[in-house]
Structures are given as C-alpha cells and as structure tokens.
C-alpha cells in the first residue's frame, strides 16, 4: 500500500456514474460502444459486444459475445449473425452478399436493438442479451406493453387452453320390460295364478 501517489486523467466530457438506473428486463435500444476478439474455452473464436447509450440509464453497458463461424457452425449460429447486423441497422441487400468482411469499424457506434434479461450472480445465471431485427424489436416490444385486454396484449399474455378430458361413455342401462303381469310368487302354480289374477 502506497499513500503517497500521484496520478493524471482526463475526465473532460466525460458523464459522472451514478446517475441511471438499473436495467430491468425488457426491450432497449443502445449501441454499439466497444467490439473485440477473444478466444473461447474450447479454443474457438467469438466477438465481444459493448452496448451501451440506453436512454434513460447512464453510464449501464451490457456485455454479450457471439461465436464466430467455422467449417463445423451449426446453421443457428448464422441466424444469431444475421440477426445482431440486422439490429445493428443492415438491411438485407448489404447481408446478402457472399464473403462478408467484418471488422470493429462494422459494429462500432452502430444502433443496438436488444431484449435483456438479467441474471442473478449468486446462482450463477449470466445476464442474457439477445440482438432482434429492428422489426422483430418493434414488435415484439409492442406486443409486451399491450394490456391483456387489447388482441395483440390478450395473445401473448393468455393462458395456455386447460386439455380437456374427452367424455368416458357408459353403456345405458335397460330396464326390465313392463308388463301387466303380477310376478310369479314361488310355489304357486300357473292355474292358481291365473285365478287370482281372474283370468279363468
């Protein structure tokens, strides 16, 4: 431990912290402050991504990263590319072109339209951030505000439809046939019957 320090910054234009809030999960819109190469423990290559300039949340960056894309990339991987250039402002006609060439200048102070849910560090959950379309972005966005009783609010936020059990039939039960007959009482013979009943 050293008291007797000096040292030299620069702190012209820059914004003091402190000043915004936390950011809950939800849909932003940032940018791109910082992009850079670093390697994944299984050896691979990824992208870093630095988003930050949330409006309304000073200083807040969030940091997410994607995998770069080798000879074994699953097809997913390619859809999570398309869709991060997609937010950052690209339109379809500068993605479509074979071999693209990307750099730091690519991504770099480009708009960022994201959905971020925070983790929980105690239990080991990382913060998730997921780049959208700009469409996808707006919609979506859209679709979370809207109250449960407006169409667009009422299908995302309905409860899944309770199954319901199909009938269990029961084979009706048939009764006796009627018939004007007093039954037979036991030890009687057929004529005593019929002269009680007064059929002689």
């Given at each position: 431990?050293?008291?007797n ?16 809030k ?35 949340y ?8 994607i ?57 080991g ?37 309770t199954?319901i059990?199909?009938?269990t ?32």
């Open positions: 431990m050293d008291p320090f000096n040292l030299s910054l620069n702190l012209a234009g820059v914004q003091a912290s402190g000043g915004g936390s950011l809950i999960e939800g849909y932003y819109k940032g940018s791109i402050v910082d992009a850079y190469e670093a390697q994944n423990s299984n050896g691979g290559t990824r992208i870093v991504f630095k988003i930050g300039n949330f409006e309304g000073g200083n807040a960056v969030r940091t997410t990263s995998t770069v894309p080798n000879a074994n990339t699953k097809a997913g991987l390619l859809n999570v590319w398309r869709a991060a250039l997609e937010s950052m402002g690209y339109e379809p006609a500068q993605l479509d072109v074979p071999g693209l060439q990307l750099n730091r200048d690519t991504f770099v102070n480009r708009p960022a339209h994201i959905f971020y849910k925070p983790g929980d560090r105690d239990a959950i990382y913060d998730e951030v997921k780049f959208l379309s700009a469409t996808a972005w707006t919609s979506q966005k859209a679709a979370s505000a809207a109250p449960s009783t407006s169409a667009i609010g009422a299908a995302h936020s309905a409860p899944a439809a199954p059990a199909a009938p039939l029961v084979a009706p039960t048939l009764a006796a046939p009627q018939t004007n007959h007093a039954p037979a009482v036991a030890g009687q013979t057929p004529d005593a019957l019929r002269s009680m009943l007064g059929m002689n």
